[in-house]
């Protein structure tokens, strides 16, 4: 048996850690002595603060990890690690992505002296967007879930093939008056060539409009650019903003090389 203090050198962990963990019921001495409130481990017990260990520096929660040392099902537990590995990934390349965004950032800096001259390389038209037909899935949804709901319209798509043929002007319109990255009153929408198979006609109207070139995280600058356009040069807004993807990874490009056009209705005041 190890004393409490043996046992933290032997795992790299404090006492206070195990503390806690006998506390929340993760990892529990194997013995404690009801004169001196000492705790004692067995070795065995190495391999399981190790594996506990382990399973938080792949990004799991104490809550997650208690459950997981519980799992007996190799198939199940197998599937658990596989979705984490697959969230590590996204967010590896999320991170190349922000590390771009940055290095891009320090260079425009060094050459304007400006710290935020990124933001004013934005061209704003006025102009008509395109008439659409469209296959459209509206929805109170998070812009994570976004890959949901155009699935199923691609789905429709494939099963009613060769019937409907997809124009490849796909996008997105938000309805809310404030925008909530989790839950937010949203439609996706794929166009088609087809009229009479279409959900809806997206008719022509005066927009402001701008294209925004790189990942979708820093589309808010391209907003940001328009709505402020709008306010300084005698416009209100007149409808629901939408975006539209002309360049994706759909084409085979990475994140930087991305194009968005953004189009906001507007009337003069």
């Not at 929340?24 to 004169?35: C, F, Q, S, T, Y």
């Amino acid at each position: 048996m190890l004393q409490i203090g043996e046992f933290s050198k032997a795992c790299q962990t404090s006492v206070k850690t195990l503390h806690h963990y006998d506390k929340i019921g993760l990892l529990i001495p194997a013995e404690v002595d009801h004169m001196t409130g000492y705790r004692y481990y067995r070795t065995e017990q190495i391999d399981q603060m190790n594996y506990i260990q382990r399973l938080k520096r792949y990004g799991f929660s104490l809550e997650e990890i208690q459950y997981l040392i519980t799992v007996s099902d190799h198939k199940e537990l197998m599937n658990i690690l596989r979705r984490q590995c697959e969230k590590i990934c996204a967010k590896q390349q999320e991170m190349q992505i922000i590390l771009k965004e940055l290095q891009t950032h320090i260079s425009v800096f060094e050459r304007t002296g400006d710290v935020m001259a990124y933001q004013k390389g934005y061209t704003i038209e006025v102009k008509d967007s395109p008439q659409m037909y469209v296959l459209a899935q509206r929805a109170v949804m998070g812009v994570d879930e976004f890959a949901v709901y155009y699935g199923k319209l691609f789905e429709r798509i494939h099963k009613e093939s060769p019937h409907i043929t997809p124009s490849g002007l796909n996008g997105a319109r938000y309805y809310d008056e404030e925008f909530c990255h989790e839950s937010s009153d949203i439609e996706v929408f794929v166009g088609i060539k087809e009229k009479d198979r279409a959900d809806a006609v997206m008719e022509p109207c005066s927009c402001a409009m701008t294209v925004h070139h790189g990942p979708y995280s820093t589309l808010s600058e391209a907003y940001g650019a328009v709505i402020s356009w709008i306010a300084e040069n005698g416009y209100e807004i007149a409808g629901a903003p939408f975006d539209l993807y002309t360049k994706t990874q759909l084409h085979s490009l990475s994140p930087e090389d991305w194009e968005t056009e953004v189009y906001f209705p507007i009337r003069k005041k």
